[in-house]
C-alpha cells in the first residue's frame, strides 16, 4: 500500500501501525452484528431446518427417493436435520444472504455516506477493502454455522438420536459426526468464499447496495443453471457453484478430502481475480457518494 | 556544458529553497486544481492559498464546485489537472499521514443509521490507525461534550435531528487534535442558536492554533470568524485574500439625504465624484471614483452651495454586496 511511505515520514513517526487493522476489523464485525438486518438473514437461515424438521415430526417420513439427500434418515437420527437443511439452502437461500452482506461493502457505506468518512479518518482504501472482505468470510461462517448448529440442535429435540450411520455404511459416534458436521460447514464456508469475492466487486462499481447485491445473487443462480446443462461440461469446472454441493465425501470412513481441495483451489482463484478487479477499482475510483 | 548546468541546477536549488519553506506556512496549497467530469468542468484551474493558523472562509453560490475541490483537498476525488499540498504534503499521495492530522465535515454528515452517535464516532475512530484505543471512549465523550450532544449519544442516529446529525459531524472533525479542519457548510440544518455555537467553535479552535477552513454559501455566517476569504463562481476561484484586502475592494459611496438634489448633484459633481442616477425620496448618492475628496470636506461644500443636508453617510460596498458582485445573484446555478 501507499501508506507505507507515508508512515514512515516523520511527520507521522511513533504512530502505532500495527493492531490498528485489527481493531478496524473487530469495529466492522460489531458494525455489522449490531445491524438487525444482519440477524435477520440469519433468522431466515434457522428456519430452514426448523421447517424440515417440524414438517417430518408431523407428517411422518416422506416416500423413500424423494425430496433432498438425507431426508429419509431424519425419522432414524435427528442429527441429519442440519446436512438436510444445509442442502436446501445451498442453492438459494445461502447465496442470497451472502448477496446481501457482500453486496452491500461498499456500496452500502456509500449510499449512506459514510465510506467518504471513512477514506478520511483515514482507513486507506485497500485496507477498508480486506477488512470488509474479512467480514464478510466469518457472516458466511455464521451463516452456515447457523443452519448447521440449529439444524442439530431441533433434530435432537424432535427425533431419536444415536450413532450416524453414515455413506459408507460406517457407523460413527454421535460426537465424531458432529465434528462431520462442522466440516460441512467449514466446507460450505469455503465454497462461499469465491462468491463473496464476486459481490465484493460488484460493489465497488456502485452507490446502490440493492444493485450489488441482487447481481451477485443472481451470478449465483445464473452459475447453478450453466452447471446444470451438460452441453456445457467443458465450463464446468470454472463455475464458483461447481463444488458447492459435493460435501458429501465428508460424510465417508475415512472421509475423502479431495473435493475439500478442489473447492478451495476454486474459490481461491475467484478471490485473487476479483479481489484484484476490486482492488483496481477501489483505488481509481472517486469517491462522489 | 557540464559547469553551465551545475550552476542552473544550483539556481533551481536555491529557488525551489525559499519556496519550500513558504510551503509549510500554507495549511492549503492547490495549483492549477481542476476536475472534469465527463464534458462538464467541475472545478477550473483553482489556485488556493491558505495561509497556517487562519480560518478561511471558502465561499461560493450552490454548484460552483467548492464540495469538489474540497474532495480533492481530501484525496476522496482525483484531479484531472493541477495538484494539491495539504499541510506541506502532495495529495492524494500522501493521505496516509496527512488525514490523520485533518478533521473534516464533507457535503454534511452522513452516519450508520442503525447505530448510536456513539457507536458512529467510535467505527470512525477506529479506522484512523493513528488513534489511540485506550483513549477513544474519553475522546468521543469529549468531542460530543465539545458540541453539546452528551445527552443524545446513546441514541440511534435514525432519531436525529438535521441539527444533531451535523453537531454529530462536527464532533467526528474533532475526535483527535488537528492541525487542520476542513469544514463544508458546517451550519447547515442548524438553527440560529446552533449556528453562534458553530462560530464560536470555530473561533476556540482557531485561537488554539487549528487552521480552518470553512465552506459556506451564506456569507454571513462566516463573514465574523474569518480572517481569509477565497470565492468560486461556476468552478473558478474568482478572488482570494484577507477579510480587509477584500472589504477594501467593495467600493465606498456616499449618501447624502436633502430635499435640494439638483444642487447637491453639482457640487458631488464638481467634487470628482460619480454621481448614480436618481434614488427614490430626498437622497443622492456617489462613489468616490478617483477622487479622494475627505468626508467632512464634501459636507462643507455641500452646505457652502446650500444645500439642506439631513443625513450624510459614507457606506462601504459591505461583503454581501462583493461576494453578489463577484458571484452573480438570483438562484440561478452558475453554468
Redesign the interface.
Given at each position: 500500500?501507499?501508506?507505507e511511505?507515508?508512515?514512515s515520514?516523520p511527520?507521522?513517526a511513533g504512530?502505532?501501525?500495527a493492531?490498528?487493522?485489527l481493531?478496524?476489523f473487530?469495529?466492522e464485525l460489531?458494525?455489522l452484528f449490531?445491524?438487525?438486518?444482519t440477524w435477520a438473514l440469519l433468522g431466515a437461515l434457522a428456519l430452514i431446518p426448523i421447517l424440515i424438521a417440524v414438517a417430518i415430526r408431523i407428517a411422518g417420513d416422506a416416500p423413500s427417493g424423494r425430496g433432498p439427500a438425507f431426508l429419509g434418515q431424519i425419522t432414524e437420527n435427528g442429527l441429519f436435520v442440519g446436512v438436510t437443511a444445509m442442502i436446501v439452502a445451498i442453492p438459494l437461500f445461502l447465496p442470497l444472504t451472502i448477496g446481501v452482506v457482500a453486496g452491500d461493502t461498499i456500496a452500502g457505506e456509500a449510499s449512506?455516506?459514510?465510506l467518504?468518512?471513512?477514506?478520511?479518518?483515514?482507513?486507506?482504501r485497500i485496507r477498508?477493502l480486506i477488512v470488509k472482505y474479512a467480514a464478510t468470510a466469518v457472516f458466511c461462517a455464521a451463516a452456515t454455522l447457523t443452519v448447521v448448529v440449529v439444524g442439530t440442535l431441533i433434530g435432537w429435540a424432535l427425533f431419536p438420536v444415536g450413532p450416524m450411520t453414515l455413506l459408507s455404511g460406517a457407523s460413527v459416534s454421535v460426537g465424531e459426526g458432529l465434528v462431520r458436521f462442522l466440516a460441512i460447514a467449514a466446507y460450505v464456508t469455503v465454497s462461499l468464499l469465491g462468491m463473496s469475492a464476486i459481490g465484493l466487486f460488484l460493489s465497488t462499481l456502485t452507490t446502490v447496495p440493492v444493485g450489488a447485491m441482487a447481481a451477485t445473487a443472481i451470478l449465483a443462480v445464473v452459475a447453478q443453471i450453466l452447471g446444470a446443462l451438460p452441453q456445457l461440461e467443458w465450463l464446468h469446472p470454472w463455475l464458483f457453484t461447481e463444488y458447492w454441493l459435493g460435501f458429501a465425501d465428508v460424510l465417508r470412513e475415512p472421509p475423502v478430502w479431495d473435493n475439500f481441495a478442489d473447492n478451495a483451489l476454486l474459490q481461491a482463484g475467484y478471490l485473487v481475480v476479483f479481489g484484484a478487479l476490486a482492488v483496481s477499482r477501489m483505488v481509481?475510483k472517486?469517491?462522489?457518494s | 556544458m557540464t559547469d553551465g548546468s551545475r550552476a542552473g541546477a544550483g539556481t533551481v536549488g536555491d529557488a525551489t529553497a525559499p519556496d519550500l519553506t513558504n510551503g509549510t506556512d500554507l495549511a492549503i496549497e492547490t495549483h492549477g486544481l481542476t476536475k472534469r467530469f465527463r464534458s462538464q468542468v467541475a472545478v477550473d484551474g483553482v489556485d488556493l492559498a491558505v495561509p497556517r493558523g487562519a480560518v478561511f472562509g471558502f465561499l461560493g453560490p450552490n454548484g460552483s464546485g467548492k464540495t469538489t475541490t474540497i474532495?480533492m483537498l481530501?484525496?476522496?476525488?482525483?484531479a484531472s489537472a493541477g495538484g494539491a499540498r495539504v499541510?506541506?504534503?502532495d495529495m492524494p499521495?500522501?493521505?496516509?499521514?496527512?488525514?490523520?492530522?485533518?478533521g473534516?465535515l464533507?457535503?454534511?454528515p452522513?452516519?450508520?443509521?442503525?447505530?448510536s452517535g456513539v457507536?458512529n464516532l467510535?467505527?470512525?475512530?477506529?479506522?484512523?490507525?493513528?488513534a489511540?484505543?485506550r483513549t477513544r471512549s474519553a475522546r468521543v465523550d469529549e468531542a460530543l461534550d465539545r458540541v453539546g450532544l452528551s445527552h443524545a449519544g446513546r441514541k440511534k442516529v435514525h432519531a436525529y435531528s438535521l441539527g444533531m446529525k451535523q453537531r454529530l459531524g462536527i464532533a467526528?472533525a474533532l475526535l483527535m487534535r488537528r492541525e487542520l479542519l476542513v469544514l463544508d457548510e458546517p451550519t447547515n440544518g442548524l438553527d440560529p442558536q446552533g449556528t453562534r455555537e458553530v462560530r464560536a467553535l470555530i473561533r476556540s479552535l482557531a485561537d488554539d492554533g487549528t487552521t480552518v477552513f470553512v465552506s459556506s454559501h451564506l456569507l454571513a455566517e462566516v463573514e465574523q470568524v474569518c480572517s481569509h476569504v477565497g470565492v468560486m463562481s461556476a468552478g473558478r476561484l474568482v478572488a482570494q485574500g484577507t477579510l480587509e484586502e477584500f472589504r477594501a475592494a467593495g467600493e465606498a459611496r456616499v449618501l447624502v439625504q436633502t430635499p435640494d438634489g439638483a444642487a447637491a448633484r453639482r457640487v458631488l459633481v464638481r467634487l470628482g465624484m460619480d454621481v448614480d442616477g436618481e434614488l427614490g425620496g430626498a437622497a443622492v448618492a456617489a462613489r468616490f471614483a478617483s477622487s479622494d475628496v475627505a468626508p467632512e470636506a464634501i459636507v462643507a461644500a455641500l452646505v457652502a452651495d446650500g444645500v439642506r443636508v439631513r443625513g450624510f453617510e459614507v457606506e462601504r460596498a459591505s461583503l454581501e454586496q462583493r461576494f453578489v458582485e463577484l458571484t452573480g445573484e438570483g438562484f440561478d446555478v452558475v453554468q
Amino acid at each position: 500500500m501507499d501508506g507505507e511511505a507515508g508512515v514512515s515520514r516523520p511527520a507521522s513517526a511513533g504512530a502505532p501501525a500495527a493492531g490498528g487493522t485489527l481493531s478496524l476489523f473487530a469495529s466492522e464485525l460489531l458494525t455489522l452484528f449490531r445491524r438487525r438486518r444482519t440477524w435477520a438473514l440469519l433468522g431466515a437461515l434457522a428456519l430452514i431446518p426448523i421447517l424440515i424438521a417440524v414438517a417430518i415430526r408431523i407428517a411422518g417420513d416422506a416416500p423413500s427417493g424423494r425430496g433432498p439427500a438425507f431426508l429419509g434418515q431424519i425419522t432414524e437420527n435427528g442429527l441429519f436435520v442440519g446436512v438436510t437443511a444445509m442442502i436446501v439452502a445451498i442453492p438459494l437461500f445461502l447465496p442470497l444472504t451472502i448477496g446481501v452482506v457482500a453486496g452491500d461493502t461498499i456500496a452500502g457505506e456509500a449510499s449512506h455516506g459514510t465510506l467518504r468518512y471513512l477514506l478520511i479518518a483515514p482507513a486507506g482504501r485497500i485496507r477498508l477493502l480486506i477488512v470488509k472482505y474479512a467480514a464478510t468470510a466469518v457472516f458466511c461462517a455464521a451463516a452456515t454455522l447457523t443452519v448447521v448448529v440449529v439444524g442439530t440442535l431441533i433434530g435432537w429435540a424432535l427425533f431419536p438420536v444415536g450413532p450416524m450411520t453414515l455413506l459408507s455404511g460406517a457407523s460413527v459416534s454421535v460426537g465424531e459426526g458432529l465434528v462431520r458436521f462442522l466440516a460441512i460447514a467449514a466446507y460450505v464456508t469455503v465454497s462461499l468464499l469465491g462468491m463473496s469475492a464476486i459481490g465484493l466487486f460488484l460493489s465497488t462499481l456502485t452507490t446502490v447496495p440493492v444493485g450489488a447485491m441482487a447481481a451477485t445473487a443472481i451470478l449465483a443462480v445464473v452459475a447453478q443453471i450453466l452447471g446444470a446443462l451438460p452441453q456445457l461440461e467443458w465450463l464446468h469446472p470454472w463455475l464458483f457453484t461447481e463444488y458447492w454441493l459435493g460435501f458429501a465425501d465428508v460424510l465417508r470412513e475415512p472421509p475423502v478430502w479431495d473435493n475439500f481441495a478442489d473447492n478451495a483451489l476454486l474459490q481461491a482463484g475467484y478471490l485473487v481475480v476479483f479481489g484484484a478487479l476490486a482492488v483496481s477499482r477501489m483505488v481509481t475510483k472517486d469517491v462522489l457518494s | 556544458m557540464t559547469d553551465g548546468s551545475r550552476a542552473g541546477a544550483g539556481t533551481v536549488g536555491d529557488a525551489t529553497a525559499p519556496d519550500l519553506t513558504n510551503g509549510t506556512d500554507l495549511a492549503i496549497e492547490t495549483h492549477g486544481l481542476t476536475k472534469r467530469f465527463r464534458s462538464q468542468v467541475a472545478v477550473d484551474g483553482v489556485d488556493l492559498a491558505v495561509p497556517r493558523g487562519a480560518v478561511f472562509g471558502f465561499l461560493g453560490p450552490n454548484g460552483s464546485g467548492k464540495t469538489t475541490t474540497i474532495r480533492m483537498l481530501l484525496g476522496l476525488v482525483a484531479a484531472s489537472a493541477g495538484g494539491a499540498r495539504v499541510l506541506g504534503a502532495d495529495m492524494p499521495r500522501h493521505v496516509d499521514s496527512v488525514l490523520p492530522r485533518v478533521g473534516a465535515l464533507v457535503e454534511g454528515p452522513a452516519f450508520s443509521p442503525y447505530l448510536s452517535g456513539v457507536a458512529n464516532l467510535h467505527r470512525f475512530d477506529a479506522a484512523d490507525r493513528h488513534a489511540p484505543r485506550r483513549t477513544r471512549s474519553a475522546r468521543v465523550d469529549e468531542a460530543l461534550d465539545r458540541v453539546g450532544l452528551s445527552h443524545a449519544g446513546r441514541k440511534k442516529v435514525h432519531a436525529y435531528s438535521l441539527g444533531m446529525k451535523q453537531r454529530l459531524g462536527i464532533a467526528n472533525a474533532l475526535l483527535m487534535r488537528r492541525e487542520l479542519l476542513v469544514l463544508d457548510e458546517p451550519t447547515n440544518g442548524l438553527d440560529p442558536q446552533g449556528t453562534r455555537e458553530v462560530r464560536a467553535l470555530i473561533r476556540s479552535l482557531a485561537d488554539d492554533g487549528t487552521t480552518v477552513f470553512v465552506s459556506s454559501h451564506l456569507l454571513a455566517e462566516v463573514e465574523q470568524v474569518c480572517s481569509h476569504v477565497g470565492v468560486m463562481s461556476a468552478g473558478r476561484l474568482v478572488a482570494q485574500g484577507t477579510l480587509e484586502e477584500f472589504r477594501a475592494a467593495g467600493e465606498a459611496r456616499v449618501l447624502v439625504q436633502t430635499p435640494d438634489g439638483a444642487a447637491a448633484r453639482r457640487v458631488l459633481v464638481r467634487l470628482g465624484m460619480d454621481v448614480d442616477g436618481e434614488l427614490g425620496g430626498a437622497a443622492v448618492a456617489a462613489r468616490f471614483a478617483s477622487s479622494d475628496v475627505a468626508p467632512e470636506a464634501i459636507v462643507a461644500a455641500l452646505v457652502a452651495d446650500g444645500v439642506r443636508v439631513r443625513g450624510f453617510e459614507v457606506e462601504r460596498a459591505s461583503l454581501e454586496q462583493r461576494f453578489v458582485e463577484l458571484t452573480g445573484e438570483g438562484f440561478d446555478v452558475v453554468q
